[in-house]
Nanobody
Framework: VQLQASGGGLVQAGGSLRLSCATS????????MGWFRQTPGKEREFVAA????????YYADSVKGRFTISRDNAKNTVYLQMNSLKPEDTAVYYC?????????????????WGQGTLVTVSS
């Protein structure tokens, strides 16, 4: 299984970015995809998850109403649209896939991870 995250960059507070996670190697349509983020010295934090088969979504309270997770079946790609970005959203963002279809926020539930993409939000 390979996950390739992209789309990070530098943006001003209040701006938007869209992250992408291209997947291959697993029948991802049966599973859950998630986005996590991590800043230096802190544990990896759950951001959002989506059930590939049903499209159901689940968000951390800190991003609810600002971020949207979605998937493109034809491209085997998951997206994270991030709007109204805040400096505290600055982190390395990782996509991951879980070997089941349940919405889970624990990183222990996810077994394959992308390489991470850096998002920096300036104030």
């Amino acid at each position: 299984v390979q996950l390739q995250a992209s789309g990070g960059g530098l943006v001003q507070a209040g701006g938007s970015l869209r992250l992408s996670c291209a997947t291959s190697g697993r029948t991802v349509r049966l599973y859950t995809m998630g986005w996590f983020r991590q800043t230096p010295g802190k544990e990896r934090e759950f951001v959002a998850a989506i059930s590939w088969s049903s499209g159901s979504t689940y968000y951390a309270d800190s991003v609810k109403g600002r971020f949207t997770i979605s998937r493109d079946n034809a491209k085997n790609t998951v997206y994270l649209q991030m709007n109204s970005l805040k400096p505290e959203d600055t982190a390395v963002y990782y996509c991951a896939t879980a070997p089941h279809g349940y919405m889970r926020s624990s990183q222990d539930e996810y077994d394959y991870w992308g390489q991470g993409t850096l998002v920096t939000v300036s104030s």
